[in-house]
């Protein structure tokens, strides 16, 4: 009986060898998959910056400022849509001694004023934010916010 099998040091060698090139192969596998990957969500982003372009969106002033207040459970806010495209609603943000959010369906056509009132119980408001929105897209670079509010008359 005279068998002949592999040294233990080329069955290492050969081992090796057939991990490094399987390692290679996942990994190029998967640096492919993460371009597309990182593609797709470099795309999305653009889309949802381009539904924003345009959106502008201020509080109405006039000579005695802003036209906004807070009532015993309400804020009211005039908002303008000068020259920007068409906002399908807000999304509202309240800081103060506790947070309150909600989106608001009310629509608002460019050239338009419209006064938009929010619903709360909170007794101390810093800072109320509208973010405008787009179809389903917050355009959160477009906010508004207001830090003083007058109690309304």
Do not use: H
């Not at 009986?1 to 081992?15: Q, R």
């Not at 989106?103 to 509208?130: A, F, N, Y």
Request: net charge positive; charged share 20%.
């Amino acid at each position: 009986m005279n068998k002949k099998g592999l040294s233990p040091l080329l069955a290492t060698i050969i081992l090796i060898v057939v991990s490094v090139g399987l390692g290679a192969v996942v990994m190029s596998w998967g640096e492919n998959y993460i371009e597309q990957q990182a593609k797709f969500v470099q795309a999305s982003g653009k889309s949802e910056l381009a539904l924003c372009e345009g959106v502008s969106i201020k509080i109405v002033s006039t000579s005695a400022g802003q036209k906004s207040c807070r009532g015993q459970d309400f804020i009211e806010v005039f908002v303008e849509n000068p020259t920007g495209k068409p906002v399908d609603g807000f999304y509202y943000n309240i800081i103060g001694e506790d947070t309150s959010s909600q989106k608001i369906q009310q629509s608002i056509s460019r050239g338009e004023v419209k006064k938009i009132t929010i619903q709360t119980t909170l007794k101390k408001i810093e800072l109320v934010k509208l973010t405008p929105v787009i179809g389903s897209t917050n355009c959160a670079e477009k906010s508004i916010k207001i830090e003083k509010l007058k109690t309304c008359e």
